[in-house]
């Protein structure tokens, strides 16, 4: 730098390189070299300058877009901050959320916290483009409609070279995720045809939340029963408002025919609308009772066949004229007592007699263990026969046959594999000359019982009693039953039995008809009592006792041959 003779000062340029970045002001020196000065010239106090540069360059800052959608069940939304231009310098912003149609606490941040997250100081490092910001999402279990919350950017502190840019506010669609379920809550239903049949059907949907209304459709499906001859195909619409957990409709679409005809049933469906993100649940299904069926007897029998473990299938033969044939038989329980006998079967010639006992785990209940028959062969003369569950080897007066047979006057017993087989004579031979049944040796889930089964020979026409045998030749009416009752199982139907001996008054309980014994056979029952001897409770009577005459307290015997009980039937002889 030259300065001229007469001048004072000089000016020169000092080239200064302009970028597009932001960054802080900085600063250069400008020194007077001394050894550059001629001789006489010394540098003054000043010899030195600083020079700063100030920064004029400036970012944006924006979202990277204006709405985004998440799901309810991602856990975070995420909101991205854009930095448009370059910096060497940290930039800070704020992003607010605020609600829209969504809640803060319930929908979006810190759950049970009404007020919405601030994120304050987000930094842009000098290495970054761009930040993201997590706002926590609340995953319910209700299904609602879509909501949304909205977040604002604002810079902090305020710097002339951040500018905001847009947008700046993005608004966060959280779509529901939720699905709720509709199903039968008092499924499934049994309605007996008449003028005024009707059943009541009720819905429940869940979860229950502050949600908008729903409708869903039941639609009534041909199964058994015909469609516009036994049911009206009807569908119907079943509203639930806003925490309504039930809706009930109640139906009348079953057709009130004069057919004889057997139950019949037809199925309801729920049907919901498309896109509804509601799921239907299980088919319900309707059994029509008919009401044309009243059963009578008549006395006359054609099957008698008994079984018993001590769940005893007894063929009711005073039915067997009626229209009503494909009653065959009834089904009843006796518990018994365990260590205590009683009596089975007792006519004038012939008496068998069961020994109870505990079953392994006694809360089961009991089981018969033992079996003993007092028979008079053609004879005159007492037999004694006795089987045990320990082996199935019949004992006659005393003698064990494993491996002969017994065969005198009219009275044989024999052993088979796992059972025994026993004929005694009938005391009334219009059918049958002989008594014949098994006494079977089994062995159920480790625990072993016997099972008894008269094969033929019952004496339908003999003045019999005993557990079982009281059955064989009574009259007995069966009809409708229009009381209360409740049960486990649709496809069973209530009836009324009245039995009506000649010595002991008429009795009469609930009995159900159902498609199989229990014993798993398809052959239809009426199923009596309690316990595994029916699932039909009538709330008016005493579980078993009206099944039978008395209370089978009223059948024990003092020992397996013995005859001293209240219905005894057995001819008294001089037997040992």
Not at 67 to 91: L, W
Request: proline fraction near 6%; include cysteine.
């Amino acid at each position: 730098v030259t300065i001229r003779a007469g001048d004072t000062r000089v000016e020169f340029d000092v080239p200064i390189t302009d970028d597009d970045i932001l960054e802080n002001n900085e600063t250069f020196a400008l020194t007077i070299d001394p050894n550059s000065l001629p001789s006489g010239v010394t540098p003054g106090a000043t010899n030195q300058a600083t020079v700063t540069i100030v920064d004029d360059d400036d970012v944006l800052v924006r979202f990277d877009r204006a709405t985004d959608t998440v799901s309810e069940g991602d856990e975070t939304a995420t909101i991205r901050v854009v930095r448009v231009g370059q910096a060497e310098i940290p930039v800070t912003v704020t992003v607010t959320t605020s609600d829209g149609t969504a809640t803060a606490g319930v929908d979006y941040g810190t759950i049970g916290d009404p007020n919405p997250p601030v994120f304050t100081s987000i930094t842009i490092a000098p290495d970054q483009s761009f930040v993201d910001v997590e706002v926590n999402l609340i995953d319910d279990d209700c299904q609602e409609v879509d909501e949304t919350f909205i977040g604002d950017l604002s810079v902090v502190p305020a710097d002339q070279r951040v500018i905001l840019g847009t947008p700046n506010q993005t608004v966060i669609t959280i779509n529901d995720d939720d699905e709720r379920t509709v199903e039968f809550i008092n499924a499934p239903y049994t309605v007996r045809e008449g003028p005024d049949a009707s059943y009541n059907v009720c819905l429940s949907i869940t979860p229950v939340c502050d949600l908008p209304t729903a409708e869903v459709s039941i639609v009534a499906t041909q199964r058994t029963a015909i469609r516009n001859q036994d049911f009206d195909p009807v569908t119907v619409t079943v509203r639930f408002d806003p925490n309504q957990s039930v809706s009930c409709v109640l139906l009348d679409n079953v057709i009130d025919d004069s057919v004889r005809e057997a139950t019949e049933y037809f199925s309801l469906e729920i049907r919901v609308p498309s896109g509804s993100r509601l799921t239907p649940g299980a088919n319900a299904n309707v059994t029509i009772l008919d009401n044309e069926v009243i059963i009578t007897g008549t006395g006359e029998g054609f099957n008698d066949t008994v079984i018993g473990d001590p769940l005893y299938e007894v063929p009711l033969n005073t039915i067997a004229n009626t229209t009503f044939t494909e009653v065959t038989s009834l089904c009843y329980e006796i518990h018994g007592e365990a260590g205590k006998i009683f009596n089975l079967i007792s006519d004038g010639c012939v008496q068998v007699n069961a020994e109870y006992s505990a079953m392994d785990i006694p809360e089961n209940g009991n089981i018969i263990n033992k079996i003993g028959v007092l028979a008079y062969d053609n004879a005159g003369g007492c037999i004694n026969i006795e089987v045990d569950v320990s082996n199935c080897v019949p004992v006659v007066n005393g003698v064990a046959y494993n491996d002969s047979v017994y065969n005198m006057n009219g009275v044989s017993a024999s052993r088979r594999t796992g059972r025994a087989r026993i004929a005694v004579p009938n005391c009334d031979r219009r059918l049958f000359d002989n008594l014949v049944f098994w006494v079977v040796c089994q062995d159920i889930g480790g625990q072993e019982m016997i099972k008894f089964q008269v094969l033929r020979g019952a004496g339908l026409f003999a003045d019999s009693h005993g557990l079982i045998g009281q059955f064989w030749n009574i009259p007995v009416t069966v009809s409708n039953f229009t009381g209360t009752f409740s049960t486990n199982d649709s496809r069973v139907i209530p009836y009324v039995v009245t039995v009506q001996p000649d010595r002991t008054p008429q009795r009469q309980f609930v009995a159900e008809l159902f498609h199989r014994t229990w014993d798993k056979s398809a052959r239809p029952c009426l199923y009596a009592g309690d316990g595994q001897g029916g699932t039909v409770f009538d709330p008016t009577l005493t579980p078993n006792d009206p099944v039978i005459a008395g209370t089978f307290l009223d059948y024990e015997v003092s020992n397996l041959f013995a005859s001293d009980f209240v219905y005894n039937r057995l001819e008294p002889r001089n037997c040992p």
